[in-house]
């Protein structure tokens, strides 16, 4: 209350004193003096529309804004938002937000130099009534507002010094009230900023819950390819082993026993995504030992692979399924059957793992189009997205050539390693 008092106190002073010095003014221009009478009556009633003018804004003020202090009764008005976006970002919620305001007008952009004027219309917020128009606060036409902002690059955020004020110089806030425009202004741009900040930040979570809800869709169809690799193979072997125990019994415990093998060295790796190039190696060489059990000398392997690249990370299961792809499509249906080729070689920042056959190739055995090469694809792009490949291409003079492109550095981003990351 002392502060809403004050103020029309001091806007009643004002006036006062630019009536006494009119009348001053008017006294020596003048011999008769029962000219100052009826200036003071004028002067007495024109005030009283001043401090009705000044009332009205103080309570309009408290309206608005709740309370009446020195903040909100002033007509300038200073914001200091902090916005957590870069510069750049800022200033286009500050340039949205002030274009939205009704009754915006000559609006100056400059994003490069990160500054906005812009002029807003005020409004006749208690209509153009004739009482109105009697009070002298009122004469000098119906000011517009202008609003003045800058933002501040900061570290990876922008700060925004908003002024709100009349389009008229300081001296006039003696004389004059903004009914509170300026203050709504402001506070306008300031939510309108706030909600932009909201849906950013909305848009930001639903974008984040999406790729969590395709992770683990990703995730679980990682999981299907990959079991049905193991069964596949499991399948084929016991139904060889129990035709073997019936014409030949010790090679199907050979067999068995070659499987206990792979089973041993295999069973503690296949729950996992990744492996290394070595260790693939290591369980086709015992996935090999019992095909040759059942092709005999039908089945020649030999492998070309560097040293240096057997610690290159790869999919596990995947060079197997490609052999068996070779073997199945290319060397069993081939009466004299054929040799199996693995060759990795570096180039740049890929490496290159080829599995190669000289068997039936395309024209008989189709180009080997089942679900184990499908499964091979879906989960290169699964884990590595376009930074993988296979190709399938007829090799020569006979047979198949199926080549894994792969990274070589380690797949730590893909979404496979991070499903079995401890």
């Not at 009283?48 to 000044?54: D, P």
Request: charged content about 25%.
């Amino acid at each position: 209350m002392f502060k809403g008092t004050f103020f029309v106190l001091r806007l009643a002073i004002a006036w006062a004193l630019l009536f006494i010095v009119m009348l001053i003014i008017l006294s020596s221009v003048s011999d008769r003096g029962d000219r100052a009478g009826p200036f003071v009556l004028i002067a007495f009633i024109l005030g009283a529309l001043v401090i009705a003018g000044a009332v009205s804004h103080v309570r309009r003020v408290r309206l608005i804004a709740g309370r009446v202090d020195a903040g909100t009764l002033h007509s300038r008005q200073r914001r200091q938002i902090e916005i957590p976006f870069e510069a750049g970002e800022a200033f286009d919620m500050l340039d949205a937000a002030v274009r939205e305001m009704p009754r915006s007008q000559d609006i100056e952009s400059a994003r490069d130099s990160l500054q906005l004027r812009a002029k807003v219309e005020r409004p006749h917020v208690y209509g153009r009534s004739r009482l109105a128009r009697l009070n002298p606060a009122n004469w000098f036409g119906n000011l517009r507002n202008q609003v003045t902002a800058t933002v501040t690059p900061g570290d990876g955020t922008g700060s925004v010094t908003l002024i709100c004020e009349p389009e008229a110089g300081a001296w006039s806030d003696w004389f004059r009230v903004d009914d509170g425009t300026n203050y709504e202004n402001a506070e306008a741009i300031t939510r309108a900023i706030a909600r932009r900040i909201g849906e950013r930040r909305r848009h930001e979570q639903r974008a984040a819950e999406q790729t969590a809800t395709e992770k683990e869709l990703s995730v679980a169809r990682l999981n299907l390819l990959h079991a049905q690799i193991e069964p596949h193979f499991l399948y084929n072997t016991l139904a060889n082993a129990q035709v073997l125990t019936r014409s030949e019994p010790q090679q199907a415990d050979r067999m068995l026993g070659h499987l206990i093998q792979y089973l041993r060295h295999s069973l503690p790796s296949t729950g996992e995504a990744m492996s290394t190039l070595g260790d693939e190696l290591e369980r086709t060489r015992a996935y090999l030992e019992i095909l040759r059990i059942r092709m005999g000398p039908r089945l020649a392997l030999e492998v070309e692979v560097p040293d240096a690249l057997r610690a290159l990370q790869m999919p596990s299961m995947m060079l197997q399924t490609l052999v068996e792809n070779a073997i199945k499509h290319g060397l069993e249906p081939k009466p004299g059957g054929g040799t199996v080729w693995i060759l990795a070689r570096r180039d740049d920042d890929r490496v290159a793992v080829t599995v190669a056959d000289d068997g039936l190739g395309f024209g008989v055995a189709g180009g080997g189009t089942g679900i184990g090469l499908k499964n091979v694809r879906e989960r290169l792009r699964l884990i590595y997205g376009e930074r993988a490949a296979l190709s399938v291409v007829a090799n020569a003079p006979a047979g198949v050539a199926a080549t894994l492109t792969l990274p070589a550095v380690p797949a730590a981003s893909s979404v496979e390693a991070e499903a079995v990351a401890p």
